[in-house]
């Protein structure tokens, strides 16, 4: 049997973008990314299968040195947007981090990661859509997760955190 990769119709895309979301609110990123390709395949260019390739990307996050940390940000450098781009970058930091956390990575290290992400939704809430708090939201939430951890695990070399 021969093994090659079927082409879906441009009529289909709609479709498989719903099917997307479907596979990643079910937590099995993988299929979500398989479909995304599929998608980018014929049209290198659709925002929504870059968006959502790159956040099924940072879903597989384990904190781990075999996590396609390059791939997700080069995607997520393709969406047209500025606001989408800033905003997206600064997920990716921010789940970049947390997958490191959780693999016992130690805070202080993780800590700049956190920073970064913090600044990309600074730079997205100064450029957001009227109505739109994703940014302030994920600060928020950024602020929220330093605070609880506060004490000598999370100190930088110069004393701050």
């Known amino acids: 049997m021969e093994l090659h990769l079927k082409p879906i119709s441009k009529g289909g895309i709609p ?8 596979y990643r609110y079910l937590n099995e990123p993988g299929e979500a990314e398989s479909i995304c390709r599929d ?3 014929i049209e290198p260019d659709n ?3 870059l968006r959502l390739l790159a956040l099924s990307i ?23 947007d500025p606001y989408q781009r800033i905003y997206h970058l600064g997920i990716l930091d921010e789940r970049k981090a947390k997958a490191q956390l959780k693999a016992g990575v130690p805070p202080h290290t993780v800590l700049p990661t956190f920073e970064g992400a913090m600044d ?9 859509p009227p109505d739109n708090d994703d940014a302030i939201l994920r ?11 506060v004490g000598p695990d999370w100190q930088k070399e110069n004393g701050r955190i």
Request: charged share 25%; aromatic share 10%.
């Open 120 to 128: 990309y939704f600074q730079q997205a809430s100064n450029i957001r």
């Open 15 to 22: 479709a498989a973008i719903s099917k997307i979301e479907v």
């Open 47 to 49: 925002q929504e299968a």
């Open 39 to 41: 998608i980018l395949t």
């Open 139 to 149: 600060w928020n939430r950024c602020v929220r997760l330093l605070q609880s951890r």
């Open 58 to 80: 940072t879903d597989q996050f384990t904190g781990g040195a075999s996590d396609r940390y390059a791939e997700a940000r080069d995607t997520f450098q393709r969406l047209s």
